[in-house]
């Protein structure tokens, strides 16, 4: 503490990102990356621009890369938002969108962002329990609400919202806006993007980090009615008006090009997911119904916490969050099958 701080910094709780351990020979599952790394064609187009021209700034509006992922989803450019990372472009979301008289609504367990970016831009918010199987109910959410953010697949439980389920929510709330965050959408959930073009109130957010391997390179988007990426630019350029390098607007849009690379590591990591799943499940642990890149378990008759320290020790990360309701689970990323076998090898050690 300093007093030199304001009083917005002594409040604030800050986001607790996955831990990065600099470990021999580790297996690395809590921060849901890809094990399979990038396109060969973004890796090319990356390199292509370091080169002399980094002493320019890049494009401030993206406009190839806005376009290239216009014509990927269908929509039109002025529908396009990009940003440094999903993280950032729900940052601006929330300031741009999401404070309103009334409370902004999300689920008791979600990303563990979301009150943060609540926290720093002063919104008012609830949360609303998912049910008894871990999943969020619509009905719920028919009460006062300012805006609705919804991760889904949701985070850290995995489990997918169907888009019938987001059009009921939108038509619960037609003049609220809804935000659905769908970073994991790509490993067997139904994007929400197809409903843009009917709900102006809706914003799907999306990322490059994990089902295009780009974590590091930090590249998220949004697409939603003009009037709400308008929204999103007003405060980007209120912040910083160059928030992606040339490398990166060039790598994005070399990832979205190779189809076929993006189809594949998808393909790989779901049946990874399935591979992991039915092991975890052969050892005696509980298992949500995820579709996403990491599962989210727990043993009946083992802490959550005490599994994650004895995995930690056997060289193998996983994520556990300390929180009401899912302190026995375990967040564990697909990884790769070498790496998922260590694993169970680590578990059956652990718990035999």
């Given at each position: 503490?300093?007093?030199?701080?304001?009083?917005?910094?002594?409040?604030?709780?800050?986001?607790?990102?996955?831990?990065?351990?600099?470990?021999?020979?580790?297996?690395?599952?809590?921060?849901?990356?890809?094990?399979?790394?990038?396109?060969?064609?973004?890796?090319?187009?990356?390199?292509?621009?370091?080169?002399?021209?980094?002493?320019?700034?890049?494009?401030?509006?993206?406009?190839?890369?806005?376009?290239?992922?216009?014509?990927?989803?269908?929509?039109?450019?002025?529908?396009?938002?990009?940003?440094?990372?999903?993280?950032?472009?729900?940052?601006?979301?929330?300031?741009?969108?999401?404070?309103?008289?009334?409370?902004?609504?999300?689920?008791?367990?979600?990303?563990?962002?979301?009150?943060?970016?609540?926290?720093?831009?002063?919104?008012?918010?609830?949360?609303?329990?998912?049910?008894?199987?871990?999943?969020?109910?619509?009905?719920?959410?028919?009460r006062r609400a300012g805006a609705i953010i919804l991760a889904d697949p949701n985070a850290p439980t995995g489990i997918a919202l169907s888009r019938r389920g987001i059009v009921a929510l939108l038509e619960d709330h037609?003049?609220?806006?809804?935000?659905?965050?769908?970073?994991?959408?790509?490993?067997?959930?139904?994007?929400?993007?197809?409903?843009?073009?009917?709900?102006?109130?809706?914003?799907?957010?999306?990322?490059?980090?994990?089902?295009?391997?780009?974590?590091?390179?930090?590249?998220?988007?949004?697409?939603?009615?003009?009037?709400?990426?308008?929204?999103?630019?007003?405060?980007?350029?209120?912040?910083?008006?160059?928030?992606?390098?040339?490398?990166?607007?060039?790598?994005?849009?070399?990832?979205?090009?190779?189809?076929?690379?993006?189809?594949?590591?998808?393909?790989?990591?779901?049946?990874?997911?399935?591979?992991?799943?039915?092991?975890?499940?052969?050892?005696?642990?509980?298992?949500?119904?995820?579709?996403?890149?990491?599962?989210?378990?727990?043993?009946?008759?083992?802490?959550?916490?005490?599994?994650?320290?004895?995995?930690?020790?056997?060289?193998?990360?996983?994520?556990?969050?300390?929180a009401a309701r899912i302190s026995d689970y375990l967040r564990i990323t697909v990884g790769t099958d070498e790496q998922t076998d260590r694993l169970l090898s680590a578990l059956s050690r652990i718990l035999g």
């Amino acid at each position: 503490m300093s007093r030199f701080w304001s009083s917005l910094t002594h409040e604030l709780r800050p986001y607790v990102p996955g831990e990065q351990p600099r470990m021999a020979d580790l297996v690395k599952l809590n921060t849901n990356e890809s094990p399979f790394g990038p396109s060969p064609r973004a890796l090319e187009a990356i390199r292509v621009e370091a080169a002399d021209t980094l002493r320019l700034y890049p494009d401030p509006q993206a406009t190839a890369l806005r376009t290239a992922l216009a014509a990927y989803h269908r929509v039109r450019p002025e529908q396009v938002f990009v940003g440094n990372g999903s993280d950032e472009v729900l940052a601006h979301a929330f300031a741009a969108l999401l404070k309103h008289e009334a409370p902004l609504l999300f689920p008791d367990i979600t990303y563990s962002f979301y009150p943060v970016y609540c926290r720093l831009f002063g919104i008012s918010h609830e949360t609303v329990p998912l049910d008894e199987v871990m999943q969020i109910r619509v009905a719920d959410y028919r009460r006062r609400a300012g805006a609705i953010i919804l991760a889904d697949p949701n985070a850290p439980t995995g489990i997918a919202l169907s888009r019938r389920g987001i059009v009921a929510l939108l038509e619960d709330h037609p003049d609220v806006p809804v935000v659905v965050d769908e970073a994991y959408v790509d490993f067997g959930a139904e994007t929400a993007i197809p409903l843009v073009a009917s709900h102006r109130n809706l914003l799907v957010v999306q990322t490059m980090s994990k089902s295009r391997a780009l974590a590091g390179l930090r590249v998220g988007y949004a697409i939603g009615d003009a009037d709400l990426i308008e929204a999103l630019t007003r405060v980007k350029d209120s912040f910083n008006s160059y928030p992606l390098g040339r490398p990166a607007q060039a790598g994005a849009i070399a990832a979205l090009e190779d189809e076929a690379y993006f189809q594949q590591s998808r393909v790989r990591v779901i049946e990874g997911r399935e591979r992991l799943t039915r092991g975890l499940k052969q050892a005696g642990f509980e298992v949500l119904p995820s579709q996403a890149n990491f599962v989210f378990a727990r043993h009946p008759a083992h802490d959550g916490a005490a599994l994650a320290a004895a995995l930690r020790q056997q060289a193998v990360i996983v994520r556990h969050f300390a929180a009401a309701r899912i302190s026995d689970y375990l967040r564990i990323t697909v990884g790769t099958d070498e790496q998922t076998d260590r694993l169970l090898s680590a578990l059956s050690r652990i718990l035999g």
